[in-house]
């Protein structure tokens, strides 16, 4: 092989940001359980804070000096690296969970008197902190049903009364629990549309339900990419962890309010999540062929009334549905959502007969779990909001994990045949 072969990231995630030869031959990185880190002299420490505090510019080639783990810490620096390769960004930053990472990039580039721009449906938990914490600190929200088209979401900026403090754009594609689509490209044009010489106008893509193989958002304009690293990065479920991705200049500053919240991964959540990465691909690439199997058994079957599935969309979807998965994503995914003919009542029955499949919410580990996003991960929206976005009774939520897929499908059936 040649030397300037650029390999993949798949192979990268093996070896990428380690030497082995710094911690006595271990193949595997050692976990880095330490507070903080011994200076080889005094003028070493006072470089290594002048370049973490941004008092002076790194120089080309000098790696950042250890200093505190909530600051950095090897097995975060290996872990955010190796993040970057999939994402196809200068770096990223690793914290405690997905949502302390959408805060805070939230807190860091949003100000009293902004307004936010998010889509709908978002995971719950997004959705309180932007309808019910910040707007504590004076920052107003307006949200948008995936699917809008551009003119229709620019009305709704001008309904709003703030359009002129648009400040920031979140947006959660596909849709938490319904696959609904968003225009990656669409959105950062509208954010571009309304930046000034003073300010930019940022987009933020949480693509934890594709994950870094299946969807690259900054290829698309996303200035930010988030991630509840809980999911697919880590898929074992014995980790809560988030990630968000980017250019040096928003990741500095990201990185900045992190440290000052002191939300970052620990070492041992870091070294657990990078072991994950080792095998990301061959799992997610197991999940997206279970799905596709189980999806189809669900359309055929006579007590489902719809299936939410992105390879349905990519056949019989609209022009502009077809055209979007085709330009955002490289697969139709591992999550399936569907109603169920009836309403709570029967969608309670089914997910109470499960008997290989786990009631559980999450999404994105190694086995298949299903849930009621109507009255668990999305409870505190109002039923209103849920009705328009289909978010109802009779909606269920499957991630579909690596177990045979056969399996799968006779556990489905089963729990169907009990209703």
């Known amino acids: 092989m040649k030397s300037n072969k650029k390999m993949n990231p798949e192979s990268l995630m093996m070896s990428h940001g380690y030497k082995p030869e710094l911690s ?19 003028e070493d420490g006072k470089n290594f804070f002048e370049i973490a505090y941004g008092l002076k510019e790194k120089e080309v080639g000098e790696e950042v000096g250890l200093i505190y783990s909530r600051l950095n810490n090897p097995n975060l620096e290996i872990l955010e690296g190796r993040i ?47 309808n019910k914490i910040l707007p ?50 669409m959105c950062k044009e509208i954010a571009d549309e309304h930046s000034t010489e003073d300010k930019q106008v940022l987009l933020a893509v949480d693509n934890t339900y594709m994950g870094p193989i299946w969807s690259s958002p900054m290829k698309h304009g996303a200035d930010l990419v988030c991630y509840s690293a809980t999911k697919y990065i880590n898929g074992h479920s014995d980790v ?96 399936i959502s569907f109603d169920i003919k009836g309403g709570e009542k029967e969608a309670f029955k089914f997910l109470n007969s499960l008997r290989l499949m786990h009631l559980a919410v999450s999404l994105g580990s190694n086995e298949s779990l299903a849930q009621h996003p109507a009255t668990m991960t999305h409870a505190d929206v109002s039923k209103e909001i849920k009705d328009h976005l289909s978010v109802t009774e009779k909606l269920i939520r499957l991630s579909i994990g690596v177990e045979h897929h056969k399996d799968l499908i006779a556990d489905i059936e089963q729990a169907l045949d009990k209703i």
């Open 24 to 42: 006595e031959g271990a193949i595997k990185t050692p976990i880095f359980q330490t507070s903080t880190f011994v200076f080889k002299s005094a």
């Open 84 to 130: 970057a390769l999939w994402d196809e960004a200068d770096t990223s930053a690793a914290f405690e969970s997905g949502m302390a990472g959408i805060t805070t990039v939230l807190l860091e580039f949003l100000n009293p008197g902004d307004l936010l721009l998010y889509s709908r449906p978002v995971y719950g938990g997004t959705d309180f902190f932007i």
């Open 136 to 185: 504590k600190w004076g920052i107003h929200a307006v949200g948008f049903k995936a699917g809008s088209t551009k003119e229709e979401i620019k009305t709704i900026l001008k309904e709003s009364g703030h359009e002129d403090k648009l400040a920031f754009i979140h947006i959660e594609t596909p849709a938490n629990p319904t696959n609904a689509l968003i225009d990656i490209a």
């Open 240 to 335: 809560v962890a988030g990630a968000v991705s980017g250019n040096i200049e928003l990741m500095t500053r990201v990185k900045g309010m992190r440290t000052f919240l002191g939300n970052m991964a620990s070492p041992n959540t870091a070294w657990l999540l990078t072991r994950s990465l080792e095998t990301l691909k061959l799992r997610m690439e197991k999940q997206a062929k279970n799905a596709k199997k189980v999806a189809k058994f669900l359309k055929k079957h006579d007590k489902v009334e719809k299936v939410y599935y992105l390879g349905f969309l990519k056949k019989n979807g609209t022009d502009e549905e077809k055209a979007l998965i085709e330009k955002q994503y490289t697969s139709s995914g591992a999550m």
